[in-house]
């Protein structure tokens, strides 16, 4: 990760932060971090609570302000205006859509296609077929004229999926996304992000479940608002670093050809 | 928009709209003399015309357009903070408004009751310029929409104490006392056909601005970074919405007073009978604040008379017994 940042590795990149520096309510976050994801991949961010995760996360997608560069696909945020950035970054957060019960599901997976609409234009055929596949994708198709808030948190969480997906944005980025899905579920979404890679799009996830986050192309392990290392899942010095970065109170473990992590045997 | 069967806005815009035309008949046949219906031909004197004519027409439609302004207001107010309970009483923008009003009263010695263009808009602004501080200050106390519990603990520490204020008013000066008396317990009494003017005049710019903003209401729903990710310009945004939220209140204050409640009820009634976007919620919502108002109105010169209620004691009473059935129906 120490390597530095030349101009065609940034152009090359899907998204990049360079000297990044984030500071929430007074405290300094994040301070000058350094990184480079590459495009048509599915990173994901791990590492112990509060290491700053949803902050590197949010500030790369441009929601907080920050100091330092961030790029998307090589291009500065602020050149492309803010529909042009609502059409080439998707973000689902976690826990935000509180005020959002009374609405249908299929009004909110609409708003996907806010950065495609004009103000006051109603919802084109275009629109309106990339939030049924959206909703069918994800499996939420049934429940479209159900509000949010009769939904269970499973349900709706798929409807915020949904939401994110109907955007169509190359870049996706997921903050605990699987939050109050089931195992089926769970593995619904591992298909529809290694769809979304397979075409060429971009996803960077925090996952707090760790077997999931080793489904992933690469780990950025973050802790104490820095990046302790990143690297392909399947590389053993990732894993020996996934260890250290949780105080060797994890393992990693061979299973088939997959990675599972298990608490670590106390030597005490 | 996807209609659902009994759940269609269109359905519900249909019958608000003739709940308002059937208040309004009503409010021409109610009066101080009792019931009396214009149309039957029993009486047809000139006198009774005038009545109608300069009297019970605009209050009547004054009484449903300041409904209509609050009812606007709520709506916007609880989509802008979030937060099913914001209304422009809790916030602050009312007693501000009235603040505003009084401060101009005390400066200028003008009657509320004026029935000239230019007293009117005088009030008008003051209102205007009362709520948009009022709102203001409630932010800045709050330090921002974030915390829901502060910023309904700010509007209330706001609301007394610029009620505070304005009754202070009312002490130093009593030659005004007993024009804003009524006016601080809110009533449809003086309203004339240049209040009738200047409320339909505050009413169409803010319900066209706030439509324009309907969707980004609609995404801010689902949360700022949501909505900020969607690319809805949450400042400008923001701060238009703060502008429709207080002309509206402001409009509705200078004519008839602080009537509390209805910004808060009306959208809540809708969003029982539909699941609107706010493409939608907010012209129903203004249609349902005209009818309460209006039926508050008519109701309030039917029960006592020959005399009248304050119609804003009647919204009180009515809308805080809603508000008791809301907690015990739900938890909040």
């Not at chain 1, 991949?41 to 949803?54: D, F, I, L």
């Not at chain 2, 449903?64 to 009483?89: I, M, T």
């Not at chain 2, 238009?240 to 509206?248: E, Q």
Request: charged share 10%; aromatic share 4%.
């Amino acid at each position: 990760m120490s390597t530095a940042l030349s101009a065609p590795l940034i152009s090359a990149s899907a998204l990049s932060a360079r000297a990044l520096a984030v500071a929430r309510g007074g405290r300094p976050v994040i301070a000058g971090l350094d990184l480079a994801l590459p495009a048509g991949r599915w990173t994901a961010v791990v590492g112990p609570n509060g290491a700053g995760k949803t902050t590197l996360l949010m500030a790369l997608a441009g929601l907080l302000p920050c100091q330092g560069e961030v790029r998307w696909l090589g291009q500065l945020p602020r050149d492309l205006g803010t529909r042009g950035r609502g059409r080439l970054l998707s973000w689902l957060g976690q826990g935000e859509e509180g005020a959002a019960a009374d609405l249908l599901a299929h009004d909110v997976v609409m708003l996907g296609r806010l950065p495609h609409q004009g103000w006051l234009a109603a919802p084109s055929a275009p629109d309106r077929a990339a939030v049924e596949e959206a909703m069918r994708r994800t499996g939420c198709w049934d429940w479209r004229h159900r509000a949010l808030g009769e939904l269970s948190g499973g349900e709706r969480q798929r409807v915020l999926l949904a939401r994110a997906l109907a955007v169509q944005a190359p870049l996706l980025l997921m903050d605990e996304p699987l939050a109050h899905l089931d195992p089926p579920h769970q593995a619904d979404w591992l298909h529809l992000v290694r769809a979304h890679v397979a075409t060429g799009g971009t996803v960077v996830s925090v996952l707090h479940d760790l077997n999931m986050a080793l489904q992933a192309d690469a780990l950025v392990l973050i802790d104490q608002g820095q990046i302790h290392h990143q690297g392909a899942t399947d590389d053993p010095a990732t894993h020996r670093a996934l260890e250290a970065v949780f105080d060797q109170r994890v393992a990693v473990c061979g299973v088939d050809a997959s990675w599972v992590v298990l608490p670590a045997q106390r030597a005490r | 928009m996807n209609a659902i069967p009994g759940r269609s806005p269109w359905l519900l815009a249909g019958l608000l709209v003739l709940a308002g035309l059937a208040l309004v008949a009503l409010g021409l046949a109610v009066g101080s003399t009792g019931w009396h219906w214009p149309w039957s031909a029993d009486a047809p004197d000139t006198g009774q015309a005038a009545i109608l004519w300069e009297i019970r027409l605009p209050r009547s439609l004054g009484a449903w357009l300041a409904g209509a302004l609050l009812g606007l207001a709520g709506a916007v107010a609880q989509g802008l903070f979030r937060n099913p309970l914001a209304d422009p009483y809790l916030l602050g923008s009312a007693s501000g408004a009235s603040l505003g009003v009084a401060v101009l009263l005390a400066a200028t010695g003008l009657p509320s009751a004026a029935t000239d263009w230019l007293p009117q808009l005088g009030i008008t602004g003051a209102a205007f310029a009362g709520a948009l501080g009022g709102v203001l200050l409630t932010l800045a106390l709050a330090r921002g929409v974030q915390q829901t519990l502060r910023l309904l603990l700010a509007g209330v520490i706001v609301g007394v104490v610029l009620g505070a204020l304005s009754s202070l008013l009312l002490l130093r000066l009593p030659e005004v006392m007993r024009t804003l008396q009524g006016f601080m317990l809110g009533s449809t009494g003086f309203l004339g056909w240049s209040a009738v003017q200047v409320l339909a005049l505050s009413l169409v710019p803010a319900l066209v601005v706030a439509l324009a903003l309907a969707r980004a209401l609609d995404a801010l729903a689902l949360g700022e970074a949501t909505a900020l990710s969607l690319g809805v310009p949450l400042g400008p945004a923001r701060g238009l919405l703060v502008a429709v939220m207080a002309l509206a209140t402001g409009a509705a204050v200078a004519q008839v007073g602080l009537v509390a409640f209805v910004g808060l009820v009306a959208p809540h009634l809708v969003r029982l009978a539909a699941r609107p976007t706010h493409r939608a919620l907010l012209p129903l919502s203004a249609l349902a604040g005209g009818a309460l108002l209006l039926a508050a109105d008519v109701a309030s010169r039917w029960v006592l008379a020959p005399q009248e209620l304050p119609v804003g004691v009647l919204t009180a009473v009515l809308g805080g017994g809603y508000l008791l059935w809301l907690m015990h129906r739900r938890p909040l």
